[in-house]
């Protein structure tokens, strides 16, 4: 399901926040793709870019998993950020996903709590989270989990390289 709902389903008696597996892949890449069109967007993510991102060489990314032991029902993305003026390092919480019917039962709460033990294993000093202007739900949301608003100034700028 891609679209909210008032249908909030039983949750699992247990549900494990770990670290995505090579195993996960499909199931994290199909998640992604349901975030994109809930925002009006196409996915362009596939298992292989996921695996070069998350196990390759170079890892890029983190991503946290909410596992039934039946099934993926969400998942956090996390990204390294530094404000060099500040010498602060940061993790930004890139992605956070709780599957439809899932939501309201505490997944990405405990999505959140785990992803903030990660920062602070990292030596971060702080994490980040954006929502977009008129989600309103997620912002109370993030309120609710001690994030405080901090106003977005100026323009960001891209160029491709490729």
């Not at 362009?44 to 099934?71: C, N």
């Amino acid at each position: 399901m891609t679209d909210d709902t008032d249908i909030t389903l039983p949750r699992p008696a247990v549900v494990t926040i770990r670290a995505a597996k090579p195993h996960d892949l499909p199931e994290l890449n199909a998640m992604i793709a349901a975030l994109a069109a809930h925002h009006g967007d196409a996915s362009a993510m596939t298992p292989e870019k996921l695996e070069r991102d998350l196990f390759g060489p170079m890892p890029w990314i983190q991503a946290l998993v909410a596992d039934s032991g039946d099934e993926l029902m969400g998942y956090a993305i996390l990204v390294p950020l530094y404000r060099a003026q500040e010498g602060r390092r940061g993790m930004d919480l890139h992605h956070l996903f709780v599957r439809d019917g899932q939501r309201g039962n505490g997944i990405g709460q405990h999505l959140i709590a785990r992803a903030r033990e990660i920062a602070r294993t990292a030596g971060c000093d702080y994490l980040s989270v954006s929502a977009a202007t008129g989600n309103f739900a997620a912002h109370r949301f993030y309120e609710q989990m001690d994030f405080l608003p901090r106003p977005v100034t100026g323009m960001r700028y891209t160029q491709a390289l490729a």
